[in-house]
């Protein structure tokens, strides 16, 4: 069973970086999409933060324009989430995703806090 497992989390002041990394615990092959979803509150439904298509091609949540960049290696079934100037509402639990044209494998999530 393939596993994601998604690092570099923490507690960040407002206006500081973080850098997630997530990576599969075996190969996956044909992954169409790679991406980083974000949960800010229990029961809040999980919304996109940034994605990376096969072809390079990305999309950010608005509210994070600008402010982040998403990077991978489809090959190496690793995606990167590069986050500057966070602010306290992005504070969440952030998850990996990693899409084929038949599955979505989700990481289990990492916590980014942002606060003073």
């Known amino acids: 069973q393939v596993q994601l497992v998604e690092s570099g989390g923490g507690l960040v002041q407002p206006g500081g970086s973080l850098r997630l990394s997530c990576a599969a615990s075996r190969s996956i092959y044909n992954i169409n999409v790679m991406g980083w979803y974000r949960r800010q509150a229990p029961g809040k439904e999980r919304e996109l933060v940034a994605?990376?298509?096969?072809?390079?091609?990305?999309n950010f949540a608005d509210s994070v324009k600008g402010r982040f960049a998403i990077s991978g290696d489809i090959a190496k079934n690793t995606v990167y989430l590069q986050m500057n100037s966070l602010k306290p509402e992005d504070t969440a639990v952030y998850y990996c995703?990693?899409?084929?044209?038949?599955?979505?494998?989700w990481g289990r999530g990492t916590q980014v806090t942002v606060s003073s």
């Open positions: 995703n990693l899409a084929t044209s038949w599955v979505n494998y």
């Open positions: 994605t990376i298509s096969r072809g390079g091609d990305t």
